[in-house]
């Protein structure tokens, strides 16, 4: 059977690549960024916006499907896409594992230690971990759930996504070379778990769902070169950089993102998961990845801050009040052509909700309006000057 | 000078009426329902929304915007349409005195008794009251504000409303008959001191912005007759029935309305202020009344209810868990074409945004559309037809 994704790339620039995949139908252009919609929206944003956006590919998260409103009544909506409103050619939507929830969440420091007596009464409390996976209670229905690597991949299959992702467990920071070598040998197993179960259901079902590995190995330059190894084995659709944005100093998650992206097939897309600012974007494209996702645009616009071409834009600065100029000058998108910062300011003050859409639509349209300059940069061989832009409007280097 | 609104009936059938004005070169069918933009914005809608949900008037609130962000900044602005980012042509804009406010949400229980020692910090604080007007303590900035006639018509204009509401009493209920007509005769002096002031700004600023009497009187027929006769004088651009819907018995609100619409002058339009629910407004359309504005659609959209053709829907109900239908079968909106029961319902109980704001949506389309089948229900003659589907659906009759 062919792989069930298609990737195919169209050019490169040094280490960075101009690409593109077709999975179930789904075209996309990658570099690509993901907006996340963890409980099957992505916050504040209607499918309508979605399609006007551009959107490509959406992230959503099994953890919180999983408990509210269930696979079950997901799958009988006719999957996720069907359940949100989305048009089945409207975007491709990756699903994670449910793993960094239950593991990271719950405040566990590391495998088998640390497991709280009592939890965050909003995050999952760890009751067992072990080889065969993870029983945790969850703070939305109480009920007890099993999370195994067999069970992510049916919980994934019946929400009906397009790429689903391998069950691992992120390696805490900091964690000795002991600890990050054990827990990344369980994640090996656990992948090929999951890899088998994701084969078995494809099997059964008749789908042709796309399967990434994770690559983990903490901050350990020939652990991350042995998870690469490892993982290549399972020959997947797709790698993704595991264990990164955990806590780390920023040079140290550069040294293992620019160490580990060129060790990844050249022939898949490279995926680093929950990055990041403007800054790693641009600074991880011209490292070979392909794939980003992360709260950023959507979270930060709740607290009132744009992400403009001139840096972040914090709306309750009192200059603002009476800006009657654009939220951001140098973009195109409806909000930036409709309304001042004066607006978006008086409705951030007045704690309106239109404020917070209004700012979550930009930031959104910013990130795919960054990804789209990226990509004509790679093909243009222009990138460096991109970058330059970004780390100049940021103040801030990636290293 | 011609008044700056020109009404003119299109046809009757009964009391009910059909319409249509022009102020300042925006047009309105009636009868016609305005959602409420109380910070200006028609809350969780943006003015594409307002565009395309074919929005004729809005209202927004003089005293909100008086104090936040003030008149001055959005003057500055260019006016109310520019601040917004409403296009010029898309919708006209209604603002009320902002004596509402002041009067009834500072617990004042009638004139010149019962001014709190202490107010509810989210309250206006009335500090003093007389022929003048009242000063109130702000519990936006704390700062001293004086509402006077000349003021709040000073305040609408440079908000640049297209239709000026005067400033009034509004008389609490229950009172005495000798309470409501102290309180009626003052609404009579300061609405001659309102629209003195609204045409002194029109000739000085060279506007052609209209201006709403409100008739007050209270739960007394004759009081009502009195005031209808003595603002007939001021030739308004058309009539308010003010002072309903503040407390009293159902059969009382309709007694006073269907005895008092009957007297406004037939050549201008009539509006009851703050009216209602669906039964209210087939039932208020025969009466004879034009123009109403309430908040219900939005806030009962952040309550988790729909207004439907077959009643009123709650999104928490849970046999709408895993409803894969439409929200409301007999809604042609793009929320009931895009979304199932059962993805408004998840969004509800996971408290996303883009719950309310369909719901905020949907609801603003129902009060929409419900007015085009009025209007063409009149056209018809057929509204009885109407006012049964309607007194059915909610299982409710106005009296």
């Known amino acids: ?13 040094g280490a960075a690549r101009r690409g593109e995949y077709t999975v179930n139908g789904r ?11 963890t409980q099957a929206t992505v916050k504040a944003l209607g499918t309508a916006d979605l399609i006007a956006l551009g959107v490509q590919q959406i992230v959503c998260n099994t953890y919180h499907l999983w408990q509210r409103p269930g696979e079950e009544l997901i799958n009988r909506a006719g999957g996720l896409h069907r359940f949100m409103g989305l048009p089945d050619e409207a975007s491709a939507i990756l699903t994670d594992s449910g793993g960094f929830q239950v593991f990271s969440l719950s405040g566990r420091k590391g495998v088998g230690v640390d497991i709280p007596a009592e939890a965050d009464k909003k995050k999952p409390l760890l009751r067992r971990l072990d080889e065969e996976g993870a029983v945790f209670a969850s703070p939305i229905d109480g009920k007890l759930y099993q999370l195994t690597p067999e069970v992510s991949m049916q919980v994934q299959h019946d929400l009906g996504t397009d790429i689903v992702m391998a069950l691992d467990e992120c390696t805490p920071y900091p964690a000795t070379v002991e600890e990050t070598r054990r827990s990344m ?19 059964e079902r008749g789908t042709s769902r796309a399967f990434f590995a994770i690559v983990q190995g903490g901050m350990y330059p020939e652990l991350r070169a042995e998870s690469v190894q490892a993982l290549g084995e399972l020959n ?36 680093v998961m929950g990055v990041g600012t403007p800054v790693d974007l641009v600074h991880a494209v011209g490292e070979g990845i392909d794939l980003f996702d ?5 979270r930060n616009a709740r607290n009132g801050q744009l992400f403009t071409w001139s840096g972040r834009l914090n709306l309750r600065n009192a200059h603002l009040k009476d800006d009657f100029s654009p939220p951001d000058h140098d973009c195109d998108c409806p909000v930036c052509r409709t309304y001042t910062r004066a607006y978006l300011s008086h409705l951030t003050r007045a704690g309106e909700f239109l404020g ?5 639509y ?34 801030s280097m990636p290293k």
């Open 294 to 298: 992360c709260v950023l645009p959507t």
């Open 356 to 360: 917070l859409r209004l700012a979550s």
């Open 362 to 395: 930009h930031n959104v349209y910013f990130y795919l309006e960054l990804m789209r300059r990226i990509r004509r940069a790679i093909e243009e061989d222009t990138l460096p000057a991109l970058q330059q832009r970004i780390y100049t409007a940021y103040e």
């Open 1 to 13: 059977m062919p792989n069930a994704l298609q990737f195919r790339l169209k050019t490169t620039a």
């Open 185 to 203: 040998e369980l994640t090996h197993r656990w992948e090929r778990r999951s890899i088998d179960e994701h084969r078995r259901l494809n099997e």
């Open 236 to 271: 997947a659709d797709g790698y993704a950089l595991g264990g990164l944005s955990v806590g780390e100093p920023k040079s140290l998650y550069n040294e293992v993102l620019e160490t580990t992206a060129s060790l990844l097939p050249a022939d898949k897309p490279r995926y």
């Open 27 to 37: 075209v996309v252009q990658t570099p690509a960024f993901m907006p996340v919609a």
